[in-house]
């Protein structure tokens, strides 16, 4: 079984400020990582993700992440942000059986001006 | 242009009604989705469709069918709708296999 854990159910920063969201996940072998982004009254799409070699990832708009095996983590971090990051941000999870996604919670981020 | 449509965007239903969900895609992907989204829960699998009439229950099938009778049309039916079935509703499509989801902007569903 696979489980996608978001701690963080909102997050506000400063616009300019650097950031971080956490994701940690559960599953039996090494899994395909993803962050998804969705904005108000929109489907999610798709910001990046890891299906192996080099842990950090770059996403768009000036988004990474990077998987840590001895964390079960894959935390998303962005150096400066902007007011229309703010949305709705979702981690998920698929441990390669099939195309199924588990996602997180989701961490919804205000910037503030 | 390669996208995920859901029809209809809003719909208010009474408890009790039939309740009919499309969604259409034209990328011809063989795996369709259709999860749920409440708040603070995520999404929540439905039901997974590998393709025409190959369909697969997913975490929370209760109170809910499917129907997928050509690759690129899959719907969402809830039998006598229930106001717990209220809900934002999202369709997505993806290649066999493969996890990259296209999504639809959803339907948000007011069960009264």
């Known amino acids: 079984a696979q489980s996608v854990t978001q701690p963080d159910a909102r997050v506000t920063v400063s616009e300019g400020a650097s950031l971080q969201l956490r994701c940690k996940y559960s599953s039996s072998v090494t899994p395909y990582l993803f962050w998804y982004v969705q904005y108000p009254r929109q489907g999610l799409q798709l910001l990046l993700k890891?299906?192996?070699?080099?842990?950090v990832v770059q996403g768009v708009n000036g988004f990474e992440a990077e998987f840590s095996k001895s964390n079960s983590s894959f935390h998303l971090r962005k150096a400066s942000v902007h007011w229309s990051d703010s949305a709705v941000y979702f981690c998920?999870?698929?441990?390669?059986?099939?195309?199924?996604?588990?996602f997180g919670g989701g961490t919804r981020l205000t910037v503030r001006p | 242009d390669m996208k995920v449509t859901q029809m209809p965007r809003y719909l208010i239903k009474r408890m009790g009604e039939n309740v009919l969900l499309e969604c259409g895609q034209d990328?011809?992907?063989?795996?369709m989705y259709w999860y749920r989204q409440d708040p603070g829960l995520g999404l929540q699998l439905i039901y997974i469709s590998y393709d025409v009439d190959s369909n697969s229950e997913g975490d929370i099938p209760k109170g809910y069918r499917v129907s997928r009778k050509k690759r690129e049309h899959f719907s969402l039916i809830l039998d006598s709708a229930k106001t717990n079935q209220t809900s934002v509703y999202f369709c997505?499509?993806?290649?066999?296999?493969?996890?990259?989801?296209?999504f639809g902007s959803g339907t948000r569903l007011l069960v009264i």
């Open positions: 990328m011809s992907h063989e795996t």
């Open positions: 997505a499509s993806s290649l066999r296999g493969n996890s990259d989801y296209t």
């Open positions: 890891y299906y192996s070699g080099d842990p």
């Open positions: 998920a999870v698929n441990n390669n059986a099939g195309a199924k996604l588990t």
